[in-house]
């Protein structure tokens, strides 16, 4: 007891000589006390920030119709091929992490016809630690307004700066014999968007002027590219969930794994 009160009483005493000295406005004094009041609230913000971070666990795949997602999505889920048809409803499960990062994440496929998809965003966009945007590389060129402007919508919710979001567009269907390669589409996306970003901002500023929660794409008075998105990361990469034979365990989907392990 002797000795705990002794501890009280220097504690008391140290404490009570930082106070008159704040008091005494002692310039030295003041400075580390700022020092620490700065040093304890910025591990108290990066703490907090790697908990929300670890919080979101799910990686979403989007894209619109057709693009092959929920074959990706059990590819990746169960190691399986199916004969998936168009989603109405999400999917989920979990995807295990291997090598030396050892745990799960869950894995989402939301639907992709233009009546859903938007919802499914909006209900699951807050607890994404990773989008995977799926693109059907053979039928690209039909697809290019649909997909550039769907994507463009994604990119410019103020949610995916906010979080720093992690994007993989991921160049589907390889082993098809006309699919576009990840540089093609990555080219032609950056053109349709730019276009796009010009009619999208005058159609803001024809009606209130106001932007809402969609975020101005890339550099002001710069041709759009995808390397100005930051803090949002945005990737390419070849795939075929589909594969060569059809089989279980015989796709192409390294790359995106390599991905999902990146952010996870």
């Known amino acids: 007891m002797e000795v705990e009160r002794r501890r009280v009483d220097t504690f008391e005493g140290t404490f009570q000589a930082l106070k008159n000295e704040i008091a005494k406005q002692d310039p030295t004094v003041l400075g580390v006390v700022v020092a620490v009041v700065v040093v304890l609230i910025t591990v108290a913000f990066l703490y907090l920030l790697a908990r929300r971070k670890n919080n979101k666990r799910s990686v979403l795949l989007m894209g619109i119709c057709d693009a092959g997602k929920t074959l990706l999505f059990s ?15 999400e999917n989920s499960g979990v995807y295990q992490l291997t090598g030396r990062k050892s745990g799960t994440l869950e894995v989402v496929d939301l639907p992709g016809n233009d009546r859903q998809r938007m919802i499914f965003w909006e209900r699951f966009k807050n607890q994404a ?5 799926v693109v059907d590389s053979a039928a690209f060129q039909n697809e290019l307004k649909e997909v550039a402007e769907f994507l463009y919508t994604l990119l410019s919710d103020c949610m995916a700066s906010r979080t720093k979001l992690s994007v993989l567009i991921t160049c589907n269907k390889q082993d098809a014999a006309m699919a576009k390669s990840s540089k093609v589409i990555r080219d032609k996306l950056e053109k349709e968007i730019n276009t796009l970003r010009v009619t999208r901002s005058a159609s803001l500023g024809s009606t209130d002027g ?4 969609e975020a101005f ?13 930051s803090p949002v990361s ?9 594969g060569n ?3 279980d ?3 192409d989907l390294n790359a995106v794994e390599e991905w999902i392990h990146s952010i996870a």
């Open 245 to 247: 034979n059809e089989e």
């Open 210 to 213: 106001s932007a809402g929660s």
């Open 217 to 229: 794409l890339g550099a002001r008075g710069k041709d759009f590219g995808f390397a100005q998105l």
């Open 234 to 242: 945005v990737e390419f990469a070849e795939c075929s969930a589909k």
């Open 129 to 133: 630690r990773g989008l995977i945007f």
């Open 249 to 251: 365990g015989q796709a």
């Open 75 to 89: 590819r990746l889920v169960h190691n399986k091929f199916i004969n998936s048809f168009t989603s109405i409803k």
